[in-house]
Structures are given as structure tokens and as C-alpha cells.
């Protein structure tokens, strides 16, 4: 099986900042792109960033500037550098990942259980 799990989500003061993790592990044979998506009750989840195998990255319009979102390959894991951050930001950040499975190496796109970002003003 494959998990995703984010860890680093928590209630910050606006203008914090905050860094979240996310580690897959299981039976991985590769990974290819991996992101961050959010969620407010109520609406869509909307990507806040990707970043391919090779490093290239993709950002919503929101968070360019104060988000970086980075990955090690070789850890399988993929994190988001949250930098002044606002209280709109505020939802449920979700960790997702193409992953090839080693067992039966289908490609699935794989999601995290989720990591609670609060943002006060």
C-alpha cells in the first residue's frame, strides 16, 4: 500500500509562517509530480503548488512570493515553505503525489488525510 502523510499544520498569527511535510512510503516504485492542495468547507479544493520529478514548479497566483514548495526525491517527500502567510490561507492543506506503484505498478494519484493551517488575524 501507499500512505501519504502531512504533519506541520497548526494556528499561526497572520504575517506568520508555517512548514508543512509531507512523507509517502509504501510499496513506491517512483513518484512523479507531487503537490499541495487546500480546502475550505464549502468550496473546491484548489492547487496551491506542484512541483515535478525534475524540480519545476507551478503556483497558485495567491501564494506566489510567500509559498516555496520543494522536494527530495530521494526521501519521497515533498514540503511547502509557508511565509507570511494571510488569514485567507486558512483550510485543510492536502498532500498529493502521482505515485507508481512497486507491487502492481499502476500510476495513481495518492492523497494525505490532510493537515488543519489556521491563520488568526
Known amino acids: 500500500q501507499v500512505q501519504l502523510v502531512e504533519s506541520g499544520g497548526g494556528l499561526v498569527q497572520a504575517g506568520g509562517s508555517l512548514r508543512l511535510s509531507c512523507a509517502a512510503s509504501?510499496?513506491?516504485?517512483?513518484?512523479?509530480?507531487m503537490g499541495w492542495y487546500r480546502q475550505v468547507p464549502g468550496k473546491q479544493r484548489e492547487l496551491v503548488a506542484a512541483i515535478t520529478r525534475g524540480g519545476s514548479t507551478n503556483y497558485a497566483d495567491s501564494v506566489k512570493g510567500r509559498f516555496t514548495i520543494s522536494r527530495d526525491n530521494a526521501k519521497n517527500t515533498v514540503n511547502l515553505q509557508m511565509n507570511s502567510l494571510k488569514p485567507e490561507d486558512t483550510a485543510v492543506y492536502y498532500c498529493?503525489?502521482?505515485?507508481?506503484?512497486?507491487?502492481?505498478?499502476?500510476?495513481?494519484?495518492?492523497w494525505g488525510q490532510g493537515t488543519q493551517v489556521t491563520v488568526s488575524s
Open positions: 498529493a503525489a502521482d505515485v507508481r506503484s512497486a507491487t502492481t505498478y499502476n500510476q495513481n494519484e495518492y
Open positions: 509504501g510499496s513506491i516504485f517512483s513518484i512523479g509530480a
